[in-house]
């Protein structure tokens, strides 16, 4: 795990993130068309130590005010995915994506960073037009680990203000993401949550990548599964197979169910032909979706396993 000195932003590598032992502040954001890379602060750093700059006076202010800000609230280091994995190892790439989630909840704190929702804005948060209200970064599909995954998300505005946080904002987040406030407030465990209600959180976000939409959801349901970047949305047929091999949580299977059947068809048709073809997803005996979006409807669908145990016993399943 590389993480960036707030004081310098000098990248340093660490074992794991138990090994920092006084804790790190990690960023949240959504991407920019241009992003400095690992590459990028790498040459910097050796570039400063021969002039003798601070690298930090030197990166974009996206680095330099997350930088500023936890080295303010005390934390000497910060993670960013933008720079602290090297993308060109496809092997350092997959351990990232398998392992962020796990970065997120053993952070100090989580700085999420909205760029288009500027202090200035006479609206308050809960206005029904505020800018926070529709601020991108509650759209992303790789930003719904990243609230709720640290116990602490502070939200910042494009000024670097801070505009207030997770517990504190739980009812206007849940407004927003339909995400229960027990969890925002870290009351309950997202493992308590159904499949298909946790699905259901995915539903409406989008990713750049297809493959993305699979793989941001990995540390929601506890998977750990290779990134083969090209393989589309097979990518998120893969991640309910290896659900179905680690929970007994047969709400999996509860979607669609409130959508008009041509919705279902325009899903299909974006799925490759070899997966629309397989048995999973022929005829009118579907068993995996082909889309978290397909979950819209299953908040409020809830799974026991006292319930199925009994029922089985019962012989009624």
């Known amino acids: 795990m590389w993480l960036l000195s707030t004081e310098r932003a000098e ?54 005010e997350s930088c500023i800000l936890a080295e303010r609230h005390g934390w000497a280091w910060i993670w960013i995915d933008t720079c602290c994995i090297d993308k060109t190892s496809s092997a350092e790439l997959s351990e990232a994506i398998n392992s962020m989630f796990r970065y997120y909840s053993l952070s100090a704190v989580c700085y999420a ?8 804005s006479l609206l ?18 790789w930003t719904l680990q990243e609230l709720v995954a640290p116990k602490l998300v502070i ?54 990548r297809a493959e993305d939409e699979a793989y941001s959801l990995m540390g929601i349901f506890g998977i750990n599964m290779p990134t083969l970047y090209g393989e589309g949305r097979r990518a998120f047929y893969r991640l309910q197979e290896e659900i179905m091999r680690t929970s007994v949580d047969t709400s999996l299977f509860v ?12 899903e299909l048709s974006q799925m490759p032909p070899d997966l629309v073809q397989h048995d999973h997803f022929s005829g009118a005996a579907h068993l995996l979706a082909p889309s978290p979006r397909c979950f819209s409807t299953g908040g ?13 016993r019962a012989g009624l399943i």
């Not at 407004?175 to 407030?185: C, F, G, K, N, Y």
């Not at 979607?255 to 325009?266: E, I, Y």
């Not at 409020?300 to 089985?312: D, Q």
């Open 255 to 266: 979607w669609g169910r409130s959508r008009p059947a041509d919705t279902l068809g325009a």
């Open 155 to 208: 939200f910042v505005s494009l000024e670097w203000n801070i505009l207030g946080h997770k517990a504190q904002l739980a009812d206007l987040l849940k407004a927003i993401t339909r995400i229960p406030v027990s969890i925002l407030r870290s009351e309950q465990d997202i493992s308590d949550v159904s499949l298909a209600g946790r699905m259901s959180w995915a539903s409406d976000r989008q990713t750049t």
């Open 300 to 312: 409020h669908v809830e799974f026991s396993v006292s319930y199925l145990c009994s029922h089985s």
């Open 11 to 64: 990248l340093k590598f660490f074992t794991s993130p138990e090994s920092v032992l006084e804790g790190y502040a990690i960023l949240s954001h959504v991407w920019d068309e241009h992003e400095e890379t690992f590459q990028t602060l790498r040459d910097l750093q050796a570039r400063c130590a021969k002039s003798g700059e601070n690298p930090r006076d030197c990166v974009g202010t996206k680095i330099r």
């Open 113 to 120: 960073f909205l760029r288009d929702v500027p202090a200035s």
């Open 124 to 141: 308050r948060l809960d206005d029904a037009d505020s800018p926070f209200r529709h601020s991108r970064w509650h759209k992303r599909g």
